[in-house]
């Protein structure tokens, strides 16, 4: 890659990084579309994040990525959010324009793309999201607005659960979640939205001890592992999967567009996933 003072400079902040495929996803990307733009990832720890947003304005960054745990803190840090981040209550991605930070979220959006393109169908469908951070409630308003039956939030914490339920439902003008402290045996769709499984932590699982139908449908939006602990229980039991990784490439692609105001193609996609499989 070669870096010069007119290069572009954008990036992920989270604690901890170390999992991320962001900086080489993006940048294999960006030297295939000849886009003068380089990605880095920041370990972020959260007493140090209002300082470390602040540095990437004052460096001339034209935006960044943002994941755990820093999602719901930087709706305190930026100068505006997009509605669709004051509606989720989360920023993922920030663009940076004279100085002012823009807050955005594309996590719903890339995770609606990802089912698209692996064939799942919301409508009427019972979902059951695992958690409730900024992640569950970017995926969990995305799928409220598809047509799901109905929707139940389960959650280490029921309180958060039951709030975040309460909050799809005041949304949407109906009452479509709930809150569980268990997942019912009836889902026909497990999505999950938390950290469990994630790298370096890639023997937890949360349907462990769990029986599922083989018509359910089990998704993960943690990526690194590909195929976490949780989806190879999903597949013994015979039920269908979905990775992270388009949800990666879905909200990837709309923050790029974000930072850089176009449009991209529709072959960005399949030039990312091409990206993806020589990681």
């Not at 324009?97 to 393109?117: C, P, V, Y």
């Not at 409630?137 to 995305?142: G, K, P, Q, T, W």
């Not at 490439?249 to 529709?266: F, H, V, Y």
Request: glycine letters at 8%.
């Amino acid at each position: 890659m070669d870096i010069s003072p007119l290069t572009k400079i954008v990036g992920v902040i989270g604690h901890p990084i170390g999992h991320s495929l962001s900086p080489r996803l993006h940048n294999n990307f960006y030297k295939k579309l000849k886009l003068d733009i380089a990605y880095l990832a920041f370990d972020v720890k959260p007493a140090e994040l209002e300082k470390a947003v602040r540095g990437m304005a004052a460096l001339g960054f034209i935006g960044f990525n943002v994941t755990i745990p820093h999602k719901e803190s930087m709706l305190n840090l930026v100068d505006e959010v997009e509605p669709g981040a004051q509606l989720v209550g989360a920023i993922n991605t920030v663009k940076i324009a004279d100085g002012k930070l823009i807050g955005h979220n594309t996590d719903g959006q890339g995770f609606m793309e990802s089912l698209k393109r692996n064939d799942v169908n919301i409508r009427d469908r019972h979902i059951v999201v695992l958690g409730a951070g900024g992640a569950a409630r970017a995926v969990s308003i995305a799928v409220a607005a598809d047509g799901p039956k109905r929707m139940t939030i389960v959650n280490r914490t029921f309180e958060r659960g039951r709030h975040l339920a309460f909050s799809i439902n005041d949304k949407i003008g109906k009452r479509l979640a709930k809150a569980a402290s268990e997942i019912p045996r009836d889902a026909d769709i497990i999505i999950n939205t938390t950290s469990l499984g994630m790298w370096p932590d890639v023997h937890a699982s949360p349907i462990t001890g769990y029986s599922l139908r083989a018509d359910t449908v089990v998704c993960d939006i943690v990526y690194n592992p590909r195929k976490t602990l949780m989806l190879k229980q999903a597949e013994a039991m015979g039920c269908k999967t979905v990775d992270g990784i388009g949800m990666l490439i879905g909200q990837a692609l709309r923050s790029i567009e974000i930072w850089t105001d176009t449009k991209l193609d529709s072959g960005a996609w399949n030039t990312m996933q091409e990206e993806i499989e020589h990681i």
